[in-house]
């Protein structure tokens, strides 16, 4: 399917893109938004994290951090600072990712809230595939 969400990765034609969905509960434990291999050809993109909290008495210091993986190795923390009142905030990362690498992101929200959220993406061109 070209337009589902998951931890794994699509194709269509030269471009490829990945989208975890909306992790409910962030806050609960350390969540894989992204878990895929790479196939044949070099992706350059973009990663993007996203984490808020569903808090109107927002007291600051809630964070969402993102870890980068290729291949086991951490490449990237990314941090993102929610905002209150139900509006995300997001970074990030430029990617130029190798063929046949494991890319995994993991996301963690750092309140003990229930309406905290979380998500990853990856969109990308990709070159030189078989």
Not at 9 to 18: C, M
Not at 77 to 105: N, Q, Y
């Amino acid at each position: 399917s070209t337009a589902s969400t998951g931890k794994g990765i699509r194709y269509i034609g030269n471009y490829a893109y990945a989208y975890s969905g909306l992790i409910v509960n962030a806050g609960a434990a350390d969540y894989e938004g992204l878990s895929f291999t790479s196939g044949s050809g070099i992706i350059i993109g973009e990663i993007r994290t996203f984490g808020f909290i569903n808090d109107t008495t927002y007291d600051g210091g809630k964070v969402c951090v993102a870890r980068i993986k290729f291949n086991g190795k951490s490449i990237a923390l990314i941090k993102t600072e929610p905002s209150a009142s139900d509006m995300p905030s997001s970074d990030r990362m430029k990617v130029v990712i190798p063929p046949f690498t494991l890319v995994e992101v993991t996301l963690k929200v750092f309140s003990s809230d229930a309406n905290s959220y979380a998500g990853a993406t990856l969109t990308g061109r990709v070159y030189g595939a078989d």
